[in-house]
């Protein structure tokens, strides 16, 4: 098949003229053009890929558990996954804040630049600040109160309540198991068949993908540099030292941890991995969100990787909601960062604070673009940071948001692959899915 007929490179391309449109729209100020008439594009396809995220968890992991013969298995794959989530979150803020200490001493930043962010972003802090302060005042076991849905219409009303609808699938799912399969045999035979159905619309929506894409980049490119390109660069000169130390955080944690992960408990090849999951890394990129990118998440990582259902459809959504290593570098460095700028100096408890709050603070953030700077909000008072300092950063926050959210997402898949291969479960051999990828558009 011609190499423009796959889907990666069509999203590549999309991406790459999304960028070109976003530069000249804003140079010749078509900013409500894009607006108006852009941007709704990318809007329905991400609503698209939220349509489908609930009713994928339901089908996919009622599914997955039913298919269990012993429920033995369910708890050891959930305590591996959340252990190694925990583990690979903590890794990132230690890693962060290597960097950002690293850094630090460049010194490379004036009072007056710092002036001016503050004014140009006040407004934004103070809505931040509010949403964190109702976080804060909910106490520390809410999280986990949240997770129980009082109602199951509700919990699966809002793409927020996603660990709601993982809690109740996983009820549902081992209600199965342990019922007499001839009364409920066909309840289950309606979640595999509901679970098949969804797999081919996600195959539908991903035909618009391209589109979807180059909406989104060309809308997020032009709201950035507004009908001010110049001053946009300006900020991105100003703040260029700070993107650079999150990316390249973000850049080794991949390197290290994810790559050194997959080399050293799983067989599956590193180029074989990023080929498998490129086209979720490129949507992340695209929408800043891992909850709306999970549903292709989970395809390339069912059918590409060719890893089971029964581990991905767990592993999977809670790592869209709860694993965000992305986030928690992004928080460690911006936490330095910001403390450097306003002269405070962080001790060493200060630094073990950070690593705490932060891992916590990323396990709270929703997989939606901006989550990460609310939880910030958190870390800093932690350490008593005035909040206004946020300011300093929004300039590239939206930038730094595509990044991480791509990180969180290529986490969940590589603790997957680990999962995986721990229970010794991978459904394909390498070599079957490779005539796969190549007789299939899609992939
Ligand atoms: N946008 C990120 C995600 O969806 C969360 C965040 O850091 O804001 O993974």
Redesign the pocket.
């Known amino acids: 098949m011609p190499w423009y007929k796959k889907l990666h490179w069509q999203i590549i391309i999309a991406m790459i003229l999304g960028l070109i449109y976003g530069l000249i729209a804003s140079r010749f100020g078509w900013v409500k053009f894009t607006e108006y008439w852009i941007k709704p594009w990318g809007t329905i396809f991400i609503n698209l890929l939220k349509l489908i995220a609930m009713p994928m968890i339901l089908a996919s992991l009622v599914t997955g558990i039913a298919s269990l013969s012993d429920l033995t298995k369910l708890s050891r794959i959930g305590g591996k996954t959340i252990g190694l989530y925990i583990i690979t979150t903590i890794i990132a803020v230690i890693l962060a804040l290597l960097v950002a200490n690293a850094f630090k001493s460049t010194g490379a930043f004036s009072g007056e630049l710092r002036k001016q962010l503050k004014e140009m972003y006040a407004g934004k802090i103070q809505e931040k600040q509010d949403i964190a302060a109702k976080q804060i005042k909910k106490g520390p076991l809410q999280s986990i109160v949240n997770i129980i849905p009082q109602n199951a219409v509700d919990a699966a009303s809002n793409n927020r309540n996603m660990l709601q609808m993982v809690f109740l699938a996983i009820l549902i799912g081992i209600g199965l198991v342990k019922s007499n399969k001839e009364k409920t045999g066909i309840i289950s035979k309606i979640f595999e068949s509901a679970n098949e159905l969804i797999l081919r619309i996600v195959e539908l929506i991903m035909v618009i993908a391209p589109f979807g894409v180059f909406a989104q980049l060309a809308s997020v490119i032009t709201e950035l540099a507004g009908n001010d390109p110049a001053n946009a660069m300006r900020v991105l000169k100003a703040l260029g030292l700070y993107l650079f130390m999150v990316i390249l955080a973000l850049f080794l944690h991949v390197m290290f941890v994810y790559i050194g992960m997959l080399k050293l408990f799983t067989k599956i090849s590193i180029k074989e991995f990023f080929k498998a999951i490129q086209p979720a890394m490129l949507i992340?990129f695209s929408?800043?969100?891992?909850?709306?990118?999970l549903p292709i998440t989970m395809e390339c990582c069912e059918k590409e990787l060719g890893l089971p259902e029964e581990i991905t459809s767990f592993t999977l959504p809670v790592g869209?909601t709860v694993n965000?290593d992305?986030?928690s570098i992004?928080?460690a460095i911006s936490v330095v960062f910001i403390a450097h700028i306003m002269g405070i100096n962080l001790t060493f408890m200060d630094q073990i604070t950070v690593i705490l709050t932060c891992t916590l603070a990323?396990i709270g953030?929703?997989?939606?673009?901006?989550?990460?700077?609310?939880?910030l909000v958190i870390v800093m008072q932690a350490i008593n940071i005035p909040i206004e300092g946020i300011a300093l950063v929004l300039g590239v926050e939206r930038i730094?948001?595509?990044f991480?959210?791509v990180v969180?997402?290529t986490g969940d898949s590589a603790v997957t692959c680990v999962v995986s291969q721990s229970e010794g479960n991978r459904t394909n051999s390498p070599t079957a899915l490779e005539s796969k990828t190549d007789d299939n558009p899609n992939l």
């Open positions: 992340a929408t800043s969100s891992s909850a709306a990118t869209a965000m992305g986030t992004y928080q990323s953030a929703a997989g939606v673009p901006g989550a990460g700077v609310v939880m730094i948001d595509m991480r959210s969180n997402i």
